[in-house]
């Protein structure tokens, strides 16, 4: 699939792709994980009104800040001809002078990118009266319609906010690829250990647990804090990969520019991809013999439900949704069928449209170095809409307790008497809908694998209910899907 798909650019016309995501949203929610900063966008107001919808009605209700304030250029007709870099000079000005932040960056939009204005420029000439430090990010939509393309890009602009380190501190590490959830992980101040107030963690938490647990300290997560704690993240040792779309661009980028090297292992969910994560992070700080002791002792606690579960299991195969109709997924599901295979289940990834799979081409390769080439179903499935599951189940012969449903993302397929709770096994591993007391909600590391696996027993057990419908198939199942 991936040698057969064209490259994935602008020039790319591939049946049924168009780029729903776009870059500037892309760009502008990952800035939401930054603090005492505005996001100024250079465009018309409809843009800007794009991007704080989906803040209002999906992003900030789960994570970053609750309320970035996003002030606009509000470029209109006229503009596009004259151009529009005297409003945003004004506009830098009055941010500056009205929020006082510690930070600015400007975002451009088709139209003024199309125009050529000169945002740098403009940068420059305001800098001059304005207090904040103002950055750029490039995030016309136009310029990298598919996803993967497009957080990586943006993952980029993260090192230009940088500073070199004068100093290098013994110990520390970076955890690089965080755009989600990170907020309340980054260190608290005056306290050495990275904290999660909050009951429900996230990927960064657990791999802070596992940074500490061999003797080392986490110096910064990215993307998160304030402008003085991107800035000065290549004092590190060492960074780490949490997901590799957004992780492995900034680390290297972060190697060439400031000569912080990273470790390759990312995205750990299950036991041995765990335990290797560690393991290449204590080889590289010569950590090897706290590392085996932190691992013997994770591994007691987790072996016997990870033995129960096996049992559970036993001769099923995992329906693995790669996107439901936000966007397509690509490392998680990769990881999470790693994580599967280890339980002895047959694994069979599906909804990933072949452009995307081209656009992440950092994770396709991660996973192959590593030996891990699942297979994906391919077929008739419109980009970024929902697929038919009962069609699938059929299509590969299977019966009602011969597997279990592992949705991705938001509104998982369900419809009572049909492809329920209560009769088909599915359990959630989409972010926004799967909160679990003291894991991660995406399974990653030992807690997440722990709570994944109890997940499944549950999921199972419950399944056997049978003609007992749940509400959530009932009233979902006649407004989503069409099945």
Same mark, same amino acid.
């Given at each position: 699939? &991936? ?17 729903? $995501? ?8 990952? *800035? ?16 800007? $009104?794009?991007?704080?919808? %989906?803040? !209002? ?5 789960? *994570? ?10 509000? /470029? ?33 939009? =088709? ?18 009266? =304005? ?10 939509? &136009? ?73 080392? !300290? ?24 949490? =997901?590799?779309? $957004?992780? %492995? ?13 990273? /470790? ?12 290797? $994560? ?5 080889? &590289? ?36 949704? =790669? ?60 980009? !970024?809409?929902?697929?038919? /599951? ?17 949705? !991705?993302? /938001? &509104? ?22 799967? #909160? ?28 056997? #209910? ?12 006649? %407004?989503?899907?069409?099945?």
């Amino acid at each position: 699939m &991936f040698a057969k798909t064209p490259e994935a650019d602008f020039n790319c016309d591939y049946p049924g792709y168009s780029g729903l $995501w776009c870059r500037l949203i892309m760009a502008v929610t990952s *800035y939401a994980m930054t603090n005492n900063s505005v996001a100024v966008i250079h465009g018309p107001a409809n843009c800007a $009104w794009a991007v704080r919808n %989906f803040c !209002q009605t999906d992003y900030s209700l789960y *994570y970053g800040n609750p309320f970035l304030h996003m002030p606009v250029t509000n /470029i209109d007709q006229d503009d596009v001809i004259s151009g529009g870099a005297d409003k945003l000079i004004a506009t830098l000005k009055e941010v500056d002078r009205d929020y006082k932040p510690e930070h600015i960056c400007v975002f451009d939009t =088709c139209s003024t990118a199309l125009i050529g204005d000169d945002v740098q420029s403009a940068i420059k000439t305001a800098q001059k009266d =304005c207090n904040a430090r103002i950055d750029y990010m490039s995030s016309a939509g &136009f310029t990298t319609p598919p996803l993967g393309k497009s957080i990586e890009q943006t993952a980029l602009s993260y090192a230009d906010m940088m500073e070199a380190p004068s100093e290098k501190l013994e110990n520390t590490v970076n955890i690089l690829g965080q755009y989600k959830e990170q907020q309340d992980c980054s260190p608290v101040p005056g306290k050495k250990k990275c904290k999660n107030r909050r009951k429900y963690k996230d990927d960064a938490s657990e791999l802070a647990r596992f940074v500490e647990g061999i003797g080392l !300290q986490v110096h910064r997560v990215l993307v998160s804090g304030n402008h003085d704690y991107i800035k000065t993240a290549p004092q590190a040792m060492v960074n780490v990969i949490s =997901c590799p779309t $957004w992780g %492995f661009p900034l680390a290297k980028k972060m190697e060439e520019q400031f000569g912080v090297p990273y /470790i390759k292992q990312c995205i750990p969910i299950g036991i041995e991809p765990s335990k290797k $994560w560690v393991m290449e992070l204590a080889k &590289f700080t010569n950590k090897q013999q706290e590392a085996e002791n932190f691992i013997q002792k994770e591994l007691d606690e987790l072996m016997p439900v990870f033995e129960k579960t096996k049992s559970f299991v036993d001769g099923k195969v995992a329906l693995i949704e =790669c996107g439901r109709n936000s966007q397509t997924a690509f490392a998680r599901p990769m990881a999470l069928a790693l994580a599967l295979q280890e339980l002895g289940m047959q694994v069979r990834l599906f909804g990933l449209h072949p452009l995307e799979l081209k656009a992440k081409a950092m994770d396709y390769e991660y996973f192959m170095q590593e030996g891990f080439d699942p297979l994906i179903l391919d077929g008739n499935y419109a980009y !970024q809409q929902p697929v038919n /599951i009962v069609h699938v189940i059929e299509d590969l012969g299977l019966r009602q307790a011969g597997y279990v449903y592992f949705t !991705q993302d /938001i &509104f998982p397929a369900a419809r009572g008497g049909v492809f329920d709770p209560a009769s088909a096994p599915r359990v959630e591993t989409g972010v926004h809908l799967r #909160r679990v007391l003291n894991a991660p909600a995406r399974g990653v590391g030992f807690k997440g694998a722990k709570a994944l696996y109890e997940n499944i027993i549950e999921a199972v057990m419950f399944s056997a #209910r049978g003609s007992r419908p749940t509400l959530y198939g009932r009233v979902h199942g006649g %407004f989503y899907e069409n099945f």
